[in-house]
């Protein structure tokens, strides 16, 4: 008699997940976009050297991360914070700015310093906050791998970590740029100009560390940067 049983086939080997490395990704934004915000030389040449590889657009007004799900039902954050048996974020006390601004000195130009400072909390509290929501929906996504839609849902929440990149990309610089030209006439001017220049050339350390050299596998108080 013929042996007509089928040899069992052994199971397939899966490999290990591979993190794909800060070269896979094309569609980052450079960081510092076309703006009407007084950006000079410095600042182009920035984006020209921590940007040699492709580049997509920023996202505009029209935003297609930001349209209505068509697959998924996302909770809101309290929704979501409910879910996980947690209150809502503790916020910062907002910054108490003086109510008003004694503009008689001429000596120094207090305003566009107010303007300033008040700028950057402002975008690291959007900053913050954005960060806060998308750690949450991403570990909410974790939680249930297989729920339909959580493609979709990353896709949201990639629109997300652009508009935080541009945050924190051109917020401070623009005002940086407006309270320079503010006190052109000032003797402080000469220093922030030289700041100006400083400042920039950190950024652009700052940018090829995380074009070159980055790794997300590792918390970023873990890594050298020069």
């Given at each position: 008699?013929?042996?007509?049983?089928?040899?069992?086939?052994?199971?397939?080997?899966?490999?290990?997940?591979?993190?794909?490395?800060?070269?896979?990704?094309?569609?980052?934004?450079?960081p510092?976009?076309?703006?009407?915000?007084?950006?000079d030389?410095?600042?182009?040449?920035?984006?020209?050297?921590?940007?040699?590889?492709?580049?997509?657009?920023?996202?505009?007004?029209?935003?297609?991360?930001s349209?209505?799900?068509?697959?998924?039902?996302?909770?809101?954050?309290?929704?979501?914070?409910?879910?996980?048996?947690?209150?809502?974020?503790?916020?910062?006390?907002?910054?108490?700015m003086?109510?008003?601004?004694?503009?008689?000195?001429?000596?120094?130009p207090?305003?566009?310093?107010?303007?300033?400072?008040?700028?950057i909390?402002?975008?690291?509290?959007?900053?913050?906050?954005?960060?806060?929501?998308?750690?949450e929906?991403?570990?909410?996504?974790?939680?249930?791998?297989?729920?339909?839609?959580?493609?979709e849902?990353?896709?949201?929440?990639?629109?997300?970590?652009?508009?935080?990149?541009?945050?924190?990309?051109?917020?401070?610089?623009?005002?940086?740029?407006?309270?320079?030209?503010?006190?052109?006439?000032?003797?402080?001017?000469?220093?922030?100009?030289?700041?100006?220049?400083?400042?920039?050339?950190?950024?652009?350390?700052?940018?090829?560390?995380?074009?070159?050299?980055?790794?997300?596998?590792?918390?970023?108080?873990?890594?050298?940067?020069?």
């Amino acid at each position: 008699m013929l042996d007509l049983q089928i040899p069992l086939q052994p199971p397939p080997i899966t490999p290990a997940p591979v993190l794909p490395t800060i070269d896979s990704f094309s569609g980052i934004n450079p960081p510092f976009g076309e703006c009407d915000d007084g950006t000079d030389e410095l600042l182009r040449a920035l984006q020209e050297s921590s940007m040699g590889t492709g580049i997509v657009s920023q996202v505009t007004e029209e935003d297609p991360f930001s349209g209505p799900l068509r697959q998924c039902s996302v909770p809101s954050l309290n929704e979501l914070r409910t879910m996980n048996g947690q209150k809502s974020a503790t916020m910062t006390p907002a910054l108490v700015m003086p109510s008003a601004i004694d503009t008689d000195d001429q000596t120094f130009p207090s305003a566009p310093v107010v303007d300033f400072i008040s700028t950057i909390f402002d975008t690291q509290a959007k900053l913050a906050g954005l960060s806060q929501a998308v750690a949450e929906y991403l570990a909410w996504a974790k939680s249930s791998p297989n729920e339909a839609g959580n493609a979709e849902l990353l896709e949201i929440l990639e629109g997300r970590v652009v508009e935080m990149h541009q945050l924190a990309s051109t917020k401070h610089w623009a005002a940086f740029k407006l309270m320079t030209a503010s006190i052109e006439r000032s003797d402080f001017y000469l220093a922030l100009k030289q700041l100006e220049t400083d400042l920039t050339e950190r950024t652009i350390r700052s940018s090829r560390f995380f074009h070159e050299n980055y790794d997300i596998k590792t918390s970023l108080a873990e890594q050298k940067m020069d």
